[in-house]
Nanobody
Framework: QVQLVESGGGLVQPGGSLRLSCAVS??????IGWFRQAPGKEREGVSC????????YYADSVKGRFTISRDNTERTVYLQMNGLKPEDPAIYYC???????????????????WGQGTQVTVSS
């Protein structure tokens, strides 16, 4: 049984920072991804880190601002978000994949397990 629990969301001013955490329990997954979904929009892949080879992927919209990382136990994956913009607010989800095809890291159906989400709000 795999469980993913996100934390760290909240309200931040434009240009501010937040760090999201995803606590993973259960068996080892092939990859952990971060997604976000704003009202009326499709779920969007934000970033992904492979457990197999450590490769990291980012959406163009967050490159240079967001950083994904994991702790030494590989049981917590972080998403450091800097320079938050008005277009970043959404519910952020972490997701786990049993077998990830790198070219589809951004695709929600590539993931088998999902957390409950954490809200990120950017407002002055």
């Amino acid at each position: 049984q795999v469980q993913l629990v996100e934390s760290g969301g909240g309200l931040v001013q434009p240009g501010g920072s937040l760090r999201l955490s995803c606590a993973v329990s259960g068996f080892t997954l092939d990859a952990i991804g971060w997604f976000r979904q704003a009202p009326g929009k499709e779920r969007e892949g934000v970033s992904c880190i492979s457990s197999r080879d450590g490769r990291i992927y980012y959406a163009d919209s967050v490159k240079g601002r967001f950083t994904i990382s994991r702790d030494n136990t590989e049981r917590t994956v972080y998403l450091q978000m800097n320079g938050l913009k008005p277009e970043d607010p959404a519910i952020y989800y972490c997701a786990g994949s049993n077998t990830l095809y790198a070219g589809l890291w951004w695709n929600a159906p590539s993931y088998d397990y999902w957390g409950q989400g954490t809200q990120v709000t950017v407002s002055s």
